[in-house]
Nanobody, 114 residues
Framework: VQLQASGGGLVQPGGSLRLSCAAAGNIFSINDMGWYRQAPGKQRELVAKITSGGSTNYADSVKGRFTVSRDNAKNTVYLQMNGLKPEDTAVYYC?????????WGQGTQVTVSS
């Protein structure tokens, strides 16, 4: 199983980005899918998670600005990020809980700067 993340980039404060992460391989079903981020010098932290049934969980710092969603038919999870702030700058990683394992994507850089 491989996760391929895309959609990062450079954006001005207040701007928007949409991240995508597609899982490919021998997949029967995916349980939770989520996004984490890691800023320089900081630990990796949860940004948002979504269950197979669509229940979501967000870090307090992104509530009201970010929206996580998924397309189960495409084995893909999305992160719509609005109202971006410089403190959102980080490498964003997707993950997927499949069977007994958790798989991680390669990370995509998000930089918020004027």
């Amino acid at each position: 199983v491989q996760l391929q993340a895309s959609g990062g980039g450079l954006v001005q404060p207040g701007g928007s980005l949409r991240l995508s992460c597609a899982a490919a391989g021998n997949i029967f079903s995916i349980n939770d899918m989520g996004w984490y981020r890691q800023a320089p010098g900081k630990q990796r932290e949860l940004v948002a998670k979504i269950t197979s049934g669509g229940s979501t969980n967000y870090a307090d710092s992104v509530k009201g600005r970010f929206t996580v969603s998924r397309d189960n038919a495409k084995n893909t999870v999305y992160l719509q990020m609005n109202g971006l702030k410089p403190e959102d700058t980080a490498v964003y990683y997707c993950n997927a809980d499949i069977g007994f394992f958790v798989y991680w994507g390669q990370g995509t850089q998000v930089t918020v700067s004027s």
